[in-house]
């Protein structure tokens, strides 16, 4: 599977941003997916998280009641919508795919595969 997140930007405090992130190669609908931040000095860090029919999804404390994660299997892409946006939410975003079944999967060291990333940059 290869992973193209796009979306990212420069925004001030308080406004949304809509990471994309599109798929090819093998069943996009079979893998779970994944949303992971990096901030500069930090490692990576678990965002959100949706099974492979969309019916579950899972988000990091940080982020919960802000962003929502979906998918949209016809077109091989998931989602991260970000409102609300705060300065601590720069990073690096990317997204990541686990080929297990219908569950979700927030440990990064058990994804399978990596999208490149797209910065997010917000503003104060």
């Known amino acids: 599977v290869q992973l193209q997140a796009s979306g990212g930007g420069l925004v001030q405090a308080g406004s949304s941003l809509r990471l994309s992130c599109a798929a090819s190669?093998?069943?996009?609908?079979?893998?779970?997916m994944g949303w992971f931040r990096q901030a500069p000095g930090k490692e990576r860090e678990f965002v959100a998280a949706i099974s492979w029919s969309g019916g579950s999804t899972y988000y990091a404390d940080s982020v919960k009641g802000r962003f929502t994660i979906s998918r949209d299997n016809a077109k091989n892409t998931v989602y991260l919508q970000m409102n609300s946006l705060k300065p601590e939410d720069t990073a690096v975003y990317y997204c990541?795919?686990?080929?297990?079944?219908?569950?979700?999967?927030?440990?990064?060291?058990?994804?399978?595969?990596w999208g490149k990333g797209t910065l997010v940059t917000v503003s104060s």
């Open positions: 190669g093998r069943t996009f609908s079979s893998y779970s």
């Open positions: 990541a795919a686990a080929g297990v079944p219908d569950t979700i999967v927030v440990i990064k060291e058990l994804m399978d595969y």
